[in-house]
């Protein structure tokens, strides 16, 4: 964390879901191995190169899935925010499938003749202006290296190097990634197959991942849109300070400016930044442990009164003054300077 | 998440069905029906002799 750079300290959490993953990756690829070969139409068949090819290029899409799905699950429902955790190894991990299956290809494909790979691969079919046998190789390059670039900088040494918001600015280029190789297979793989099973599983993988994405995304969207409305004298009313639950928060969201976790501890009540200096993570979706708010997206803290982690961590959110008047909290929308102390509000006797 | 890094998600997916549909549905359109070349073996056949 902040106290310098640090290599991946690996546990047994970490190499189990490694091994789980690896092993699941294995198994999909084999599975899909055996599935095609047993499954070719008569006169036909493939070369276990092109098996292997596709069996690749399944795999990492596949995990491309599921990596995308992850993050709109977790704001849909608490259940998936563990998956969280780990996401850059799924993340690293479809590199690595769709580097095998782009070296495989570009070596298949391209390394027979005196022409570079590379250059062959971009130069060899010009039909760029129409789409009807459009180089999709080019696609699948540009969308690996994306991909390239996302597994390099996937280290909380890059994260911190370059900050949250250009890191996760950079991380969400992604999502074009996803459309090149949506593209990619669509203009490619498709072309040759007169299953309807090819182009029913790209339409239904975008489908369910647009839904997915649109519904977590509209639900955030329309609470920035309608935001806490100001009450006494600018200050926000989060509500009664009973029905904040103990060791939790609730969120509230001023008008213009980034959310504030109200959070309860005991008796105590504080308010501090809703957003994680680690990956920006929705702090008020945690928890209190030992005084400390806890991201719950990989653990991060930070002290109530504050806003400071404990020692030996050096990162501070900012911290927001809060009253309680008649049992109900109020929070002023101006934030403190990060690592501000700000004394925690105190549930008066009479008022659990 | 920062209300930028919102903003931007909410926006790139309201965008994204529509261009993936688009990109689909073109590339089913010009997927051409698998050529069965009748005429190339009965040439080859008559030439052999």
């Known amino acids: ?352 | 998440m920062k209300r930028a890094h919102r903003t931007a998600h909410w926006l790139i997916w309201v965008l994204m069905p529509g261009i993936l549909l688009v990109i689909i549905g073109a590339s089913l359109a010009i997927r051409a029906e698998p050529a069965v070349n009748h005429a190339l073996p009965a040439a080859l056949i008559e030439e052999a002799g």
């Open chain 1, 1 to 352: 964390m902040s106290v310098g750079f640090q290599a991946v300290q690996w546990n047994r959490f970490k190499i189990g879901y490694d091994i789980v993953l690896w092993g699941g990756s294995v198994a999909v690829m084999s599975a899909f191995i055996v599935l095609t070969a047993s499954n070719q139409p008569a006169g036909e068949s493939f070369h276990p190169v092109q098996l292997v090819l596709r069996a690749l290029a399944f795999t990492a899409f596949t995990l491309l899935h599921i990596t995308l799905a992850i993050g709109p699950l977790a704001r849909l429902s608490d259940r998936f925010k563990p998956l969280l955790y780990n996401r850059r190894h799924l993340g690293v991990t479809v590199f690595v499938f769709g580097l095998l299956h782009a070296a495989l290809a570009t070596l298949w494909y391209h390394g027979f003749s005196p022409e570079n790979p590379l250059v062959s691969i971009l130069a060899t079919n010009p039909n760029y202006d129409r789409l009807y046998g459009f180089p999709f190789e080019a696609l699948g390059l540009g969308a690996l290296l994306v991909l390239f670039v996302m597994a390099a900088t996937s280290h909380d040494f890059w994260l911190e190097f370059l900050g949250a918001p250009i890191w996760k600015a950079l991380h969400m280029l992604v999502y074009p990634a996803y459309g090149l190789l949506v593209a990619h297979v669509a203009l490619g793989a498709m072309q040759g197959e007169t299953s309807i099973l090819f182009p029913g599983a790209l339409l239904a993988g975008a489908a369910l991942l647009s839904l997915l994405h649109l519904s977590a995304s509209g639900i955030e969207w329309a609470k920035d849109r309608s935001g806490t409305q100001e009450s006494v004298e600018g200050w926000l009313n989060a509500g009664p300070a009973n029905a904040i639950p103990e060791g939790r928060a609730v969120i509230l969201t001023p008008a213009g400016s980034e959310r504030i976790a109200v959070f309860r501890d005991g008796a105590r009540i504080a308010a501090l930044s809703n957003v994680c200096k680690h990956q920006n993570g929705p702090l008020g979706e945690g928890r209190v442990v030992n005084g400390c708010a806890v991201c719950p997206w990989h653990g991060w803290e930070y002290r109530l009164e504050d806003g400071r982690a404990p020692a030996p961590f050096t990162e501070k959110i900012a911290t927001y003054r809060v009253k309680i008047r008649s049992g109900e909290v109020f929070v002023d929308p101006q934030a403190l300077p990060p690592g501000t102390p700000s004394e925690p509000a105190l549930i008066e006797e009479g008022h659990p």
